[in-house]
Nanobody, 117 residues
Framework: QVQPVESGGGLVQAGGSLRLSCSAS????????MGWYRQAPGKQRDLVAA???????NYADSVKGRFTISRDSAKNTMYLQMNSLKPEDTAVYYC???????????WGQGTQVTVSS
């Protein structure tokens, strides 16, 4: 399947860490950009971090210095290491994948991250 699959969400106390994974497969096209968005209840879906096929990264200001995005191209997998988590990081986290030159994001089903105070 071309839709990626997230894993690694859960419940953690403030100050703790989680690592999310996003696995993509099933396409004959090479993977281009990948990234993470999050959506809290009643709010819009916002970009958290993104990474290009060349390894360039981009972060939302709210997570800079705390989150790290990376990818393992051999495994078609992307990661989001989240440290120093805060209650305001609570949201459903969605990963996306873009294949080849297709200007379309294929979205995962989302994984819940809950940070308790």
């Amino acid at each position: 399947q071309v839709q990626p699959v997230e894993s690694g969400g859960g419940l953690v106390q403030a100050g703790g860490s989680l690592r999310l994974s996003c696995s993509a497969s099933g396409s004959t096209f090479s993977i281009n950009d990948m990234g993470w968005y999050r959506q809290a209840p009643g709010k819009q879906r916002d970009l958290v971090a993104a990474i290009t096929s060349g390894g360039y990264t981009n972060y939302a200001d709210s997570v800079k210095g705390r989150f790290t995005i990376s990818r393992d191209s051999a495994k078609n997998t992307m990661y989001l290491q989240m440290n120093s988590l805060k209650p305001e990081d609570t949201a459903v986290y969605y990963c996306y994948v873009m294949y080849g030159s297709i200007s379309y994001k294929f979205w995962g089903q989302g994984t819940q991250v809950t940070v308790s105070s």
